[in-house]
């Protein structure tokens, strides 16, 4: 018996420049933070070790795995909340709610559980990647989907002004409007709100 | 008083089932070592006593014996697994008691265990200058065959990497077959081959079916001179099994050959002959597993343990002239530095060696992207 796989694409982006990323391992100096980068450096990252925790980060750092235990001083862990956060990747000595909730508070993409050991270091900080960069391309489609939307309704009302106000059909009205956008080398959203923008203050100049 | 009592070391390596070939030189090569270590005064003093077991080829048992030697026959250290199945089934019986297991088998890479020590080939000592030559000298239009298990995914994973960079390069065909795999099994894909016609063929089969795969290609009348198969496993215990008529002309790339032209290699070999006869057939597992053996030996005599806590840093600085060059620990990953080799198949069983390393090459088990034409693929020609 023989099987044919599927001829695979070849290797993972994600997993292609592993040895261009700047990690940032903010441990103490422990057998789990010896551990942890000793393994980073064997899979080849550019890793530095720090602790206490940094209030800023180095320029550059695309990974922290983060020491998360109780009386980290959450204050001090601002750059974990911007909108360009590095991928954080928590390293926890307890399981309970406090811990946890930290974690999430703190948007940690994956766990590494400790003691530390160098088997899953590589597959949690490839997979925290690719949930960081999944919930980037998501949220950069669903501005886009939300801008979209906005857009149609702003067209829907401003054909329904001028169905209205010209006693035209709908599809006269579109037609109107493509063609104001056209002369006017505009979009037809933005003679849309225009138009809608007008209508307003008419509106409320007639209600005075 | 010194301490007298004799050193029980286990080994595991499968002597029945489809592994058996490389697992009975394996075995070999480490008794080979433990006698000559036993000979010149064993460890300060103390006999080594070898504990062998036969995994038969099955993961399972691994696991068991593994478990046997530790709990019931008391060893701090083993000498044992071919294929990465046996490696992975015994790695956490080795980390849950915290015991020493040494590894004498190329393999994918991406692992480190401080319970371990890896002395056979990472891909970055074995693959890339296999993709080099065979590129350089045949083309890069590749047809793979592996055995189904998780070194030939990952094998010609890296295989296609390497040989994408090419231009005109193309992957015509990608099939896996099982460990038992037959003569038989091999003719639909050699139809295809012939309908592909691929520079070469990148063979990652193992164990007993390799001589299977090279008569189905003799069979359907290819010729090695424009379509070799290369391969990373098939050393002369494999050419052994399938004669050395039907292996000619195909390549392998490994750090040890039996035609290694070296002092160390032939009086290794003429020992071993004496002791063993001619019915096991060295190679590059075979000989991992015998230097192996004669590193652990050096570490203890310098520390007089064979405790891991006390061991392990004493190996990890270990050089050792083995068959193939003077080869040593890597303290950084565990793996060892070694000499990758071209060789190709001739008339005699043996391999001509076509290509080799200098230096001994750092292993880097962690490699994810391979570029052709790193200095460390270069292999210096042979006149």
Redesign the interface.
Same mark, same amino acid.
């Given at each position: 018996? +023989? *099987?044919? &796989?599927p @001829? =695979?694409a070849? +290797?993972p982006a994600l %997993?292609?420049d592993? &040895?261009s990323l700047k990690v940032l391992v903010m441990h103490p100096d422990d057998g789990d933070g010896r551990e942890l980068t000793?393994?980073l +450096? =064997? @899979?080849?990252c550019q890793v530095q070790a720090v602790w206490p925790p940094l209030p800023t980060l180095p320029e550059g750092v695309d990974a922290v795995f983060l020491a998360v235990r109780p009386g980290l001083d959450e204050s001090t862990l601002a750059w974990a909340r911007g909108e360009e956060t590095p991928i954080l990747v928590a390293v926890v000595t307890y399981e309970n709610p406090t811990i946890v909730g930290l974690v999430l508070r703190l948007g940690a993409k994956a766990v590494l559980p400790s003691p530390v050991r *160098?088997?899953g270091v %590589?597959s949690a900080l490839v997979l925290a990647r690719k949930v960081a960069e999944d919930l980037k391309e998501t949220s950069k489609h669903v501005n886009k989907l939300q801008a979209k939307l906005l857009s149609h309704r702003r067209i829907a009302d401003a054909k329904s002004i001028l169905m209205r106000t010209r006693g035209i059909g709908e599809t006269e009205a579109y037609e109107l409007i493509r063609e104001q956008a056209m002369s006017r080398r505009r979009t037809t959203e933005e003679i849309a709100l225009s138009i809608v923008n007008a209508n307003e203050i008419l509106t409320t100049g007639w209600s005075k | 008083m010194a301490n007298v009592d004799p050193v029980k070391v286990g080994v595991l390596f499968s002597e029945t089932g489809t592994t058996s070939t490389i697992g009975l030189s394996q075995l070999k090569g480490t008794l080979l070592a433990i006698e000559e270590v036993n000979e010149a005064g064993g460890i300060n003093g103390r006999e080594l006593v070898p504990v062998c077991l036969d995994p038969q080829s099955n993961p399972l048992v691994y696991t068991q014996l593994a478990s046997r030697l530790i709990l019931e026959e008391g060893v701090n250290v083993i000498f044992g697994c071919y294929m990465s199945s046996s490696r992975k089934a015994v790695v956490p019986v080795i980390e849950k008691w915290n015991k020493l297991l040494f590894y004498p088998t190329l393999y994918e890479g991406f692992e480190f265990s401080n319970n371990l020590i890896y002395t056979g080939a990472a891909p970055n000592q074995n693959s890339v200058q296999l993709a080099e030559f065979m590129t350089n000298h045949f083309g890069a239009r590749i047809f793979l065959i592996g055995s189904d298990y998780i070194y030939p995914y990952e094998s010609n994973r890296i295989m296609t990497d390497l040989v994408l960079q090419k231009s005109g390069a193309a992957k015509l065909g990608e099939h896996y077959v099982e460990l038992a795999a037959t003569e038989a099994d091999f003719g639909p894909i050699m139809k295809e081959i012939r309908d592909q016609r691929p520079d070469f063929i990148f063979s990652t089969v193992v164990g007993n079916a390799t001589a299977s795969l090279y008569r189905a290609y003799a069979e359907a009348g290819f010729d090695p001179k424009t379509m070799p198969i290369a391969s990373l496993t098939t050393s002369e215990a494999e050419v052994h099994q399938m004669g050395a008529d039907v292996a000619e002309g195909h390549f392998t790339s490994a750090p040890y050959f039996q035609s290694i032209d070296s002092d160390a290699n032939r009086r290794c070999l003429a020992r071993f002959q004496r002791r063993f006869g001619s019915d096991c057939v060295p190679n590059q597992c075979w000989e991992a597993a015998y230097f192996q053996v004669h590193m652990f030996a050096n570490a203890m005599r310098e520390v007089g343990s064979d405790e891991i806590a006390e061991l392990m840093p004493h190996v990890l600085t270990q050089e050792f002239n083995a068959p193939q060059g003077r080869v040593r620990i890597d303290p950084r990953n565990h793996h060892t530095c070694l000499y990758p080799r071209i060789g190709r198949a001739n008339s005699e069983g043996q391999f001509t060696i076509v290509r080799e390393a200098k230096r001994a090459v750092h292993p880097d088990p962690y490699l994810v992207t391979y570029s052709l034409g790193d200095w460390t693929a270069e292999l210096d020609m042979l006149p």
């Open positions: 018996m +023989t *099987s044919q &796989r @001829i =695979r070849s +290797t %997993l292609k592993l &040895r000793q393994q +450096t =064997r @899979i080849g *160098s088997f %590589l | -």
